[in-house]
């Protein structure tokens, strides 16, 4: 029912969008973008999600600001979890497979598969069982009309999911567990106290990298954003092609602006950059002289096996 509930959305959407812009085809990124900068004042780099949300603040033209609200509501991609769903349930509704060990090259952490469950969105309605039985019982345009549909059907996914019988599902998170053991082993000081007290550890970032006072970076702003691009792909020695691989391109950054800022967060973190270079001396010693224990000073062991 949510599949065909958000067919329907997407439809009307589209429909919206055809009637604001003229377009044939408003879902092509390249009439779109030429639709915007047709407008008198307006120009943008990029529509990726990310950039929309800071264009929605920076942009006055109020026609341009429609048309890009109904694209952020339209290109809602979790809503696709549904299909994923589908895809991967057994003939007992169940569905495996959905966790990797050591999926992440570079930490070691797991990675999800499939349906992804460690990238769900949050719940914060407060009547999400009734929209659930909303979604159950009601045809998709009477849904349409008392909800936000993309917004909502994005909240029940986590809904879908559903223990057996006398089981119950205990949800836990590491909070930005990366950038938090690389800064423990490195002993990067300020980075510890900005989880000691605060945790706004991409505000922070980006406040350090571009020189920036802490309040003044907002949670949709452009600063920010880099910030967090910045210590997702960056922290293990990740360089210009992590930013890609982090979206990068999408926010309309240039390989310039990459470049700068590699170059800015490895100044704001020298202890980090000193620990991958002894790591990298420890473990070339440890092959070197493979009878031997080599011990690094933030308590981490290499030895040579096989």
Not at 67 to 84: F, P
């Amino acid at each position: 029912k949510a599949i065909e509930v958000d067919t329907y959305n997407s439809q009307n959407l589209n429909a919206q969008l055809r009637e604001l812009t003229g377009l044939d085809n408003p879902n092509s990124l390249t009439q779109l973008r030429q639709w915007i900068h047709s407008q008198p004042g307006v120009e943008v780099k990029s529509l990726a999600k990310e950039a929309i949300e800071i264009l929605l603040k920076e942009i006055e033209n109020e026609r341009v600001r429609e048309v890009l609200a109904l694209r952020q509501r339209a290109g809602k991609t979790s809503i696709k979890k549904y299909d994923a769903m589908i895809a991967c349930a057994g003939k007992d509704n169940r569905a495996r497979g959905l966790f990797q060990f050591y999926g992440a090259g570079r930490t070691g952490r797991w990675a999800g598969r499939l349906i992804q469950l460690q990238n769900l969105p949050r719940n914060y309605m407060e009547d999400l069982d009734d929209a659930r039985e909303s979604l159950k019982t009601f045809e998709p345009e009477t849904f349409d009309m008392i909800y936000d549909t993309s917004d909502t059907l994005s909240q029940l996914i986590r809904t879908a999911l559903v223990p057996s019988k006398g089981k119950i599902f205990a949800v836990a998170d590491y909070s930005a567990i990366e950038a938090r053991v690389i800064a423990w082993l490195a002993g990067e000081a300020w980075r510890l106290e900005v989880f000691a007290t605060h945790g706004k550890i991409y505000e922070a970032s980006a406040s350090r990298m571009f020189n920036v006072p802490l309040e003044q970076i907002g949670k949709g702003s452009d600063l920010r954003q880099k910030g967090k691009v910045a210590e997702l792909a960056l922290g293990y020695q990740g360089s210009v092609g992590a930013l890609k691989t982090m979206g990068g391109e999408k926010m309309g950054l240039s390989e310039s602006d990459m470049e700068q800022i590699v170059e800015r967060w490895r100044s704001a973190n020298p202890a980090i950059c000193k620990l991958w270079k002894g790591y990298n001396n420890a473990a070339l010693d440890a092959v070197r002289y493979p009878n031997n224990t080599i011990k690094h000073a933030s308590g981490v062991s290499f030895t040579f096996d096989g």
